[in-house]
């Protein structure tokens, strides 16, 4: 098996799906319910005096960019871009909870609420993120590109099996919780509003990764052993996917900078730019929530030692890439 799988093949681990556990994720989401306008955003505005993403996640203390001013910049871009595509893998995950809550609808109402409350809450962060958009459009200059429509993205996505949906999602609700804890919370050098975005934000994002382990973990029990095959190859096509979305990004945002930033930019030094850029994003969304020790625990419990070779093997170049 090569070095990936090896990485992300662990030990077995005992795994609980009891109404319990819906049940403490129903009282955690009462517990901490939040509005974004009396605890997130409180009349306040972004400063551009500040960076918004730490160099632990937009890479930027291995850029080649030396000034100061302009690493800042960057940030500013990498923030915008990394609020918009939380907004936009959002959608495909309220669709498929919505989705998977049916089969309780007339069954256990423990299990349907908690996804209710989940439902909920992700319709609250779309709609967050979609105010960040036009609170940062507003101060940053014109010509920012989002690339993907998320109407468009939900549908090719859950296209594939439930499955996979389900594998991907919980693989960026735990990358979430580990770039806040690991990088945004520590960073006092961020802008105060955008720190507390991803505070709210993680807040419950934990809760919901509890409940995509459970259900990733009935759905698996479901499948016979061709389809849980098949699903493995629709998890390694999604994450393919979600790589197609963050290099068309990266060239946008790399173009969107070299247009903003108050010198003139070489096309040799663009390109360099760019390949740094989609090495952060690759970074973000896929690299840094596959090393996640509860990611590859619950994976490695579930596929067969060649199912995880099938997916070392695609992620061999994305871990070489950012390397």
Same mark, same amino acid.
């Given at each position: 098996?090569?070095?990936? @799988?090896?990485?992300?093949?662990?030990?077995?681990?005992?795994?609980?799906?009891?109404?319990?556990?819906?049940?403490? /994720?129903?009282?955690?989401?009462?517990?901490?319910?939040?509005?974004?306008?009396?605890?997130?955003?409180?009349?306040?505005?972004?400063? !551009?005096?500040?960076?918004?993403?730490?160099?632990?996640?937009?890479? %930027?203390?291995?850029?080649?960019?030396?000034?100061?001013?302009?690493?800042?910049?960057?940030? *500013? $871009? *990498?923030?915008?871009?990394?609020?918009?595509?939380?907004?936009? =893998?959002?959608?495909?995950?309220?669709?498929?909870?919505?989705? #998977? &809550?049916?089969?309780?609808?007339?069954?256990?109402?423990?299990?349907?609420?908690?996804?209710?409350?989940?439902?909920?809450?992700?319709?609250?962060?779309?709609?967050?993120?979609?105010?960040?958009?036009?609170?940062?459009?507003?101060?940053?200059?014109?010509?920012?590109? /989002?690339?993907?429509?998320?109407?468009?993205?939900?549908?090719? $996505? %859950?296209?594939?099996?439930?499955?996979?949906?389900?594998?991907?999602?919980?693989?960026?609700?735990?990358?979430?919780?580990?770039?806040?804890?690991?990088? #945004?919370?520590?960073?006092?050098?961020?802008?105060?509003?955008?720190?507390?975005?991803?505070?709210?934000?993680?807040?419950?994002?934990?809760?919901?990764?509890?409940?995509?382990? !459970?259900?990733?973990?009935?759905?698996?029990?479901?499948?016979?052993?061709?389809?849980?095959?098949?699903?493995?190859?629709?998890? #390694?096509?999604?994450?393919?996917?979600?790589? &197609?979305?963050?290099?068309?990004?990266?060239? +946008?945002?790399?173009?969107?900078? /070299?247009?903003? =930033?108050?010198?003139?930019?070489?096309?040799?030094?663009?390109?360099?730019?760019?390949?740094?850029? %989609?090495?952060?994003?690759?970074?973000?969304?896929?690299?840094?929530?596959?090393?996640?020790?509860?990611?590859?625990? =619950?994976?490695?419990?579930?596929?067969?030692? @060649?199912?995880?070779?099938?997916? &070392?093997?695609?992620?061999?170049?994305?871990? +070489?890439?950012? @390397?």
């Amino acid at each position: 098996m090569n070095a990936i @799988a090896n990485d992300i093949h662990p030990a077995p681990a005992q795994a609980g799906n009891d109404s319990a556990r819906y049940a403490r /994720c129903i009282e955690a989401s009462r517990r901490i319910r939040w509005e974004i306008d009396r605890d997130v955003f409180k009349g306040r505005e972004f400063d !551009l005096a500040h960076k918004f993403l730490p160099d632990g996640l937009s890479r %930027l203390d291995r850029s080649s960019l030396a000034d100061e001013s302009e690493r800042r910049l960057m940030s *500013q $871009v *990498q923030g915008r871009t990394y609020a918009y595509i939380f907004g936009l =893998v959002e959608r495909f995950i309220n669709a498929k909870v919505l989705e #998977i &809550g049916q089969r309780y609808a007339l069954g256990d109402q423990v299990k349907l609420e908690a996804l209710v409350r989940f439902s909920d809450e992700e319709i609250k962060h779309q709609e967050m993120f979609r105010r960040i958009e036009t609170m940062i459009g507003g101060i940053m200059p014109a010509g920012y590109e /989002c690339t993907a429509n998320p109407d468009q993205v939900a549908r090719a $996505v %859950l296209g594939k099996s439930t499955w996979s949906v389900l594998a991907l999602t919980l693989h960026i609700e735990l990358f979430t919780q580990a770039h806040y804890k690991q990088s #945004i919370s520590p960073d006092d050098a961020l802008s105060p509003l955008y720190k507390d975005v991803f505070l709210f934000h993680w807040r419950e994002e934990s809760q919901h990764a509890i409940l995509d382990e !459970l259900e990733l973990r009935q759905e698996h029990e479901r499948l016979d052993a061709a389809a849980r095959d098949t699903a493995v190859d629709d998890l #390694i096509a999604l994450v393919g996917a979600v790589d &197609g979305i963050l290099q068309a990004q990266a060239r +946008a945002d790399a173009d969107y900078f /070299c247009a903003i =930033v108050p010198r003139v930019v070489a096309a040799d030094e663009q390109a360099r730019i760019e390949s740094e850029t %989609l090495a952060a994003y690759r970074w973000q969304y896929i690299v840094s929530g596959v090393q996640e020790p509860r990611f590859q625990q =619950v994976l490695g419990e579930l596929l067969t030692d @060649a199912q995880m070779q099938r997916v &070392g093997t695609a992620l061999e170049p994305l871990f +070489a890439a950012v @390397a």
